[in-house]
């Protein structure tokens, strides 16, 4: 079993082999204001790195920590490379305690400039194996415990997928909705990149992946609120502002819709969108934390590539849900 640092305490993990430690505490639901005392660390986000455009790598070579106690979570779509993953990833995990990645479609892809041609699962197990490497956490190892302020929270990185669920208005199957997309010319390029293998289709993957991650979200203890991390939204409500809802077939499953509700969910950590903001669904926060494309992070304000702070959390309860980010979905593919 991995051991991991956590501040001022000792190893906590649960998951993948079975609880190895329980945390005595009571069950968080109050928003923090942050601290003053900002050296006890930060539970921070990022997503959509995309580092195959210069801009973007120019980003991650910038992002520091704020104190030497922080954590980041990376929600996939580093880069479509092995060698690049390895980069970002390495770089920081060199600056933060402790550094915690789940896939993103792009990762996945067996594109044909990557040297790496492995396809479906055993792409997705090498790149585990070089988290491994690094030391970095992935959705194969035991789920850790942020103690830090706000704290504390079991962070569970997953790995889902999607299986075309999410369906354009007037459509009943998965046939129905890719012909409707086909007829709009919004079709994501993992159609042809993202194989599935060694399973027949990326939707078996998916209802497999769910299988497992549900199993292991329901062996977390009662005392504990949970911070998934996934490429995607557990729920659906985010895609309501794409401007091309079609593309919401490659976004995430309605497997999960009530996940955040069941498995006592603080904070839902997601990208893929790139339309970075924090939404509020049935009391829940969900934050969308995505870099996204050069050409789109000029047009927001604000600097890009900034960390968004999951925990100890800036606002209190009835903030009433602001969104952070920019509003007007793009849904373009990706
Ligand atoms: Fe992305
Ligand atoms: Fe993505």
Known sequence: ?????????????????????????????????????????????????????????????????????????????????????????????????????????????????????????????????????????????????????????????LFLLYDYTFLPQGCATKEEGLAYAHGTGIVCTDEHLLHPDPYPSREAWCRARVAETERRLAEVPEGLPVIPVNHYPLDRHPMDVLWHPEFAMWCGTAATADWHRRFRVETMVYGHLHIPRTTWHEGVRFEEVSVGYPREWRKRPGPPGTLRRILPMEVEAGDGGAASGVGGGRGEPR
Not at 49 to 63: D, F, K, Q, S, T
Not at 77 to 88: G, K, N, P, Q
Not at 120 to 131: M, T
Request: charged share 25%; with cysteine; glycine share 10%.
């Open 1 to 157: 079993m991995l051991r991991i640092h956590v501040p001022s305490a000792e190893a906590r993990l649960y998951g993948g082999g079975g609880v190895c430690c329980c945390v005595g505490t009571g069950f968080l639901r109050g928003w923090r204001v942050r601290p003053t005392d900002s050296g006890a660390g930060n539970l921070l986000a990022i997503s959509d790195l995309h580092i195959g455009y210069a801009e973007n790598r120019a980003l991650v070579e910038n992002m520091r920590p704020e104190t030497d106690r922080d954590w980041l979570l990376v929600a996939g779509d580093v880069s479509e490379t092995v060698d690049d993953v390895r980069w970002a990833l390495e770089t920081l995990r060199d600056r933060f305690e402790k550094v915690v990645w789940v896939p993103g479609n792009h990762e996945l892809w067996t594109h044909p400039k990557d040297p790496v041609q492995l396809r479906g699962v055993a792409r997705y197990e090498h790149l585990v194996s070089l988290c491994r490497e690094l030391g970095v956490l992935t959705p194969e190892d035991p789920y850790p415990v942020w103690e830090g302020p706000g704290g504390p929270a079991v962070i569970a990185p």
